[in-house]
C-alpha cells in the first residue's frame, strides 16, 4: 500500500456494478478511497458532498449521459475544478473530441485498461 | 381545207407543232387568227375567250396594221347586247351576218373599224357544253361568207383553246407549286427546330393560317369520344383564342366529324355554300366561324383528330385542303415523335426509381449492419473488461494465491481474452469508418484557397506576445476530391498545434504541392521537434496525463489522433517528419481520384 495515496478520494462513476467493484477493489488496495456512484445523478451528488480529488466517469450512464454529468459538474463553483477523467467503452472519436472540449483531462477505454494499469496511472496523477 | 394558201398550210404546220411541243398558248392563238385571215381571206380576226364573268381578247389579227385590242376585256353581261355573238355562244354554231352592230343597238365602245365591216362570222370554240371561246371573222369586201367554209377552221380554233386551257392550268399548278414549298420550308423549320410541344404546335398552327389565309387554324384532339381544341392560333397571332367551351365537337355524335376522322375525308363547310350535305350552321355555329375547312390530323395508324383552320379570307381551295393535310402530316410525325421521347423519359424515369429504392434499400441494409456491428461490439467490451480485468488481478495475484493448476491456465485465458478484445476493436474501426465514409460530403475542393482560409483562421485565434507568422506556399489552384469540411478540421489541427509548439517569432509554413497520384499539404513548424520514441504516441489521443502512459493504457483518440483518422476516412494519410531542435513537417495526403476509404483508425 504505497504512502502517497493515502487520504486520496477518488469518485469511480459506472453503472456496470461488476465492473466498478472490480475498479474499488484494486484501487482500494493501491491505499485511495473509493467512492462508486451507478448513474449520473447520484454521481452529481456524491461530487457536491465528498468533493473528490478525481472522478473517474463512465458515458453511457442511465438516465443521464456522462457528458451531461460532466457539464453539470464544470457549472457548479464547488466541483468545476474538480479533475474528471472519462472512464468508458465508447471510443468513437467525436466522443473523444466532445470529452476534450467539455474539459476532460484524459479519456479511456474500459477495454484497454486493466486494474492494476488505473491504479497505477491514478498514483502518478496524484503524485 | 384543200385550198390552202401556202402560208395558211405554213401556218396550220406551225399550230400543229406548237400543240404537240405545248408551245406558248398565246403565239399558238396569235398564229391561229393569222392563219384564219390568211386561209378565208378576212381583213381582221380575233379569238375572244370567254370566263365566268368576262370576255378576254386573247389575239387579233387586222390586216395591213398592228393587231390591237389584245387582253381587251368586256364583262359577260355585255353578251346580250350583241345579237350575233350572243345567239353564236348560246347555241354553239356558227353565225353569219353583216356588221357586228347589225340587228340591234350598235354598241358606242365598238370600233368604227368594226362597224365598216360588211360581213361577220362568228365561230364558237366549244369544251365539253359549254362555249370556250370565239373567233370573230370580218370582211370589209362584198364577198360573204359560203357556209361550210369555216369548218375547218372551228376544228383548229378547237386545240387553241385546249392550248388556252392547259397553259391557264400550268400555271394554277406552278403557283400551286410555289405556295406548297413555302408552306413545305415553314413546316420543315418548325420540325427541325427543337421547340417543346406547346411552341411546336403553336408555331405550326400560326404557319396554317397564314398559308390558307385564313383567320384562325388550331389542332383538335381526339379525347375519348371529344374533340378538345389544343392549340388554335390566329393568323396575325394577335388575337387570343375565343375562350369556348373544351366540349365542342362530339366526335362520336357528329357524322360528318366521324367521317373526317376516320375515314381521311376533309370537311370544307361554308354558310355560303347552298351545295352543304348538312346544315353547316350546326358547326359553324359552335366553331363561331364563317366558314371551316377541316382535316384528318392522324398517324397511320390511329386518329389523333383533326387540323381546322376558320374564316377564311375568300374562300377555303383544294390547295389549302392540300396544304392542311401536309401540315397534319408533319405535325403528326412530329406528334408521334414526342409521345415516343416522353415514353423513353417515362421508362427512364421509372428505371432510375427503381434503381434509386434498390440503392436506398442496400444502404440502409448496410448502415443497419454497420449500426449492428458497432453496438454488438461494443456490448462485448463490457465483459472482456470484467474478465479481463480479474484475470490481471489473478495473474497479479492480488485476489490471492492460486493453486498451481489454476494458476497455470490464467495466462491462456488472458492471451485468448486479448485476442478477443483485438477483434472487437478492429469490428468497431471497421464499422466506424463504414459509417464515416458513407457520411462524407465529398466535392470538388480546391486545396490551396481552403490551406488560405485555415491559416486566416489560424493568424486570429494565435495568441501570445509575437505569434509565429502562417505563410501559405502553393503552386496554383489545386483541385481534389474531398469532404471540405473534414479537411479542414485536419488542417486546423495540424496548423493549431504548429503554432502551440512553434518558437514566439518563428515561422509556420502550410505548402500546397502535388505528387503522383495525391495533394499533399505540408504543415512546416520550426519548434523543438518530436524526440523518435515519442514519434509512435503522437497519434494516441490525449497523451496528456502522463500517468495513463507511463500505465501502459492504450489510449484513444483526439487532435493528431482525431486528424488521421479523418485523413484515412478519405482515403488519405498524415505522416510527420521531425528534426530534434529544429521542429516537424506534418504532411497531409489525400488521393486525387476516388478511393476506398483506407487505413485503420484506433479503437
Redesign the interface.
Known amino acids: 500500500m504505497p504512502d502517497g495515496s493515502l487520504g486520496i478520494r477518488l469518485l469511480l462513476v459506472d453503472d456496470d456494478v461488476d465492473v466498478a467493484s472490480m475498479y474499488e477493489m484494486q484501487l482500494a488496495a493501491h491505499g485511495f478511497h473509493v467512492i462508486t456512484a451507478h448513474s449520473g445523478t447520484e454521481a452529481i451528488d456524491r461530487a457536491g458532498s465528498e468533493y473528490p480529488d478525481l472522478i473517474y466517469l463512465d458515458l453511457g450512464l442511465p438516465e443521464m449521459h456522462g457528458f451531461d454529468v460532466l457539464r453539470t459538474l464544470r457549472s457548479v463553483p464547488s466541483t468545476a475544478g474538480i479533475p474528471v477523467v472519462i472512464l468508458t467503452n465508447y471510443s468513437e472519436p467525436e466522443l473523444v473530441q466532445q470529452g476534450r472540449e467539455l474539459g476532460a483531462h484524459d479519456y479511456l477505454i474500459k477495454a484497454h485498461t486493466p486494474p492494476a494499469a488505473l491504479a497505477e496511472a491514478t498514483r502518478q496523477w496524484v503524485s | 381545207m384543200d385550198q390552202q394558201p401556202p402560208e395558211a398550210a405554213r401556218l396550220a404546220g406551225l399550230i400543229e407543232g406548237d400543240l404537240i411541243s405545248r408551245g406558248d398558248p398565246y403565239q399558238i392563238m396569235e398564229r391561229l387568227v393569222r392563219f384564219a385571215a390568211e386561209n378565208v381571206d378576212v381583213d381582221r380576226c380575233t379569238l375572244t375567250s370567254l370566263d365566268q364573268d368576262v370576255l378576254r381578247v386573247e389575239a387579233s389579227y387586222e390586216r395591213g396594221g398592228p393587231p390591237d385590242f389584245i387582253g381587251h376585256e368586256y364583262p359577260l353581261s355585255w353578251l346580250p347586247r350583241q345579237p350575233l355573238l350572243n345567239r353564236a355562244v348560246t347555241t354553239g354554231a356558227i353565225v353569219y351576218g353583216g356588221s357586228l352592230g347589225e340587228g340591234g343597238n350598235s354598241d358606242p365602245e365598238l370600233a368604227e373599224s368594226l362597224l365598216a365591216m360588211h360581213h361577220t362570222a362568228i365561230v364558237p370554240l366549244s369544251l365539253g357544253d359549254a362555249v370556250g371561246a370565239v373567233l370573230i371573222l370580218s370582211r370589209r369586201s362584198e364577198r360573204p361568207f359560203v357556209p361550210g367554209e369555216l369548218d375547218g377552221l372551228q376544228q383548229v380554233g378547237l386545240l387553241a383553246v385546249l392550248a388556252l386551257r392547259n397553259a391557264r392550268l400550268v400555271e394554277q399548278v406552278r403557283s400551286a407549286q410555289r405556295r406548297g414549298l413555302d408552306s413545305l420550308t415553314q413546316m420543315s423549320r418548325h420540325m427541325a427546330s427543337s421547340l417543346d410541344r406547346a411552341t411546336f404546335f403553336d408555331k405550326m398552327s400560326e404557319t396554317v393560317a397564314g398559308l390558307v389565309a385564313a383567320g384562325r387554324a388550331g389542332f383538335w384532339q381526339l379525347a375519348g369520344t371529344e374533340l378538345v381544341p389544343l392549340h388554335e392560333q390566329s393568323a396575325a397571332g394577335t388575337d387570343p383564342p375565343d375562350p369556348r367551351p373544351r366540349e365542342v365537337l362530339d366526335a362520336a355524335g357528329d357524322r360528318e366529324v366521324a367521317r373526317l376522322l376516320f375515314s381521311g375525308e376533309a370537311l370544307r363547310l361554308s354558310r355560303a355554300d347552298p351545295k352543304a350535305s348538312i346544315d353547316p350552321d350546326s358547326v359553324l355555329a359552335r366553331l363561331g366561324a364563317r366558314d371551316v375547312l377541316a382535316v384528318p390530323w392522324r398517324t397511320a395508324a390511329v386518329p389523333l383528330g383533326l387540323l381546322a383552320a376558320c374564316d377564311s379570307q375568300s374562300g377555303f381551295t383544294d390547295q389549302d385542303e392540300w396544304t392542311m393535310r401536309l401540315a397534319a402530316r408533319a405535325s403528326a410525325l412530329v406528334w408521334q415523335g414526342y409521345a415516343a421521347e416522353q415514353r423513353a423519359q417515362s421508362l427512364q424515369t421509372a428505371e432510375m426509381d427503381r434503381l434509386e429504392a434498390h440503392a436506398e434499400r442496400m444502404a440502409a441494409l448496410e448502415r443497419q449492419k454497420s449500426e449492428f456491428l458497432q453496438l454488438a461490439s461494443?456490448e462485448l467490451?463490457?465483459p472482456?473488461?470484467?474478465v479481463?480485468?480479474?484475470l490481471?488481478?489473478l495473474e497479479?495475484g492480488?485476489l490471492g494465491t492460486l493453486p498451481t493448476p489454476a494458476a497455470k491456465v490464467v495466462p491462456l485465458m488472458t492471451a485468448r481474452m486479448r485476442h478477443m478484445?483485438e477483434l472487437?476493436?478492429r469490428m468497431?474501426t471497421t464499422s466506424?469508418m463504414e459509417i464515416r465514409a458513407r457520411g462524407q460530403n465529398t466535392k470538388d475542393v480546391s486545396i490551396d484557397a481552403l490551406a488560405r482560409a485555415v491559416a486566416a483562421s489560424a493568424r486570429t485565434t494565435a495568441g501570445g506576445l509575437a505569434p509565429p507568422t502562417i505563410r501559405v506556399e502553393t503552386p496554383g489552384r489545386i483541385r481534389v476530391r474531398a469532404d471540405p469540411e473534414q479537411v479542414e478540421t485536419i488542417l486546423g489541427n495540424l496548423v493549431s498545434n504548429a503554432v502551440k509548439y512553434s518558437p514566439e517569432g518563428s515561422e509556420v509554413t502550410i505548402t500546397v504541392r502535388e505528387e503522383p497520384g495525391w495533394v499533399a499539404v505540408d504543415v512546416t513548424d520550426h519548434g523543438e521537434g518530436i524526440a523518435e520514441e515519442d514519434l509512435p504516441k503522437l497519434f494516441q489521443?490525449?497523451g496528456?496525463?502522463?500517468?495513463?502512459i507511463?500505465?501502459?493504457?492504450?489510449?484513444?483518440?483526439?487532435?493528431l489522433?482525431?486528424s488521421i483518422?479523418?485523413a484515412q476516412a478519405q482515403g488519405g494519410d498524415i505522416d510527420v517528419i521531425s528534426r530534434p531542435g529544429d521542429g516537424s513537417t506534418f504532411t497531409l495526403r489525400l488521393p486525387r481520384g476516388r478511393r476506398r476509404p483506407a487505413g485503420r483508425?484506433?479503437?
Open positions: 461494443h467490451r463490457a472482456i473488461t470484467l479481463s480485468g480479474y490481471s488481478m497479479e492480488s478484445s472487437v476493436d468497431l466506424r489521443p490525449f496528456r496525463l502522463p500517468g495513463a507511463a500505465a501502459g493504457i492504450h489510449g484513444t483518440g483526439l487532435g489522433h482525431l483518422g479523418l483508425i484506433d479503437a
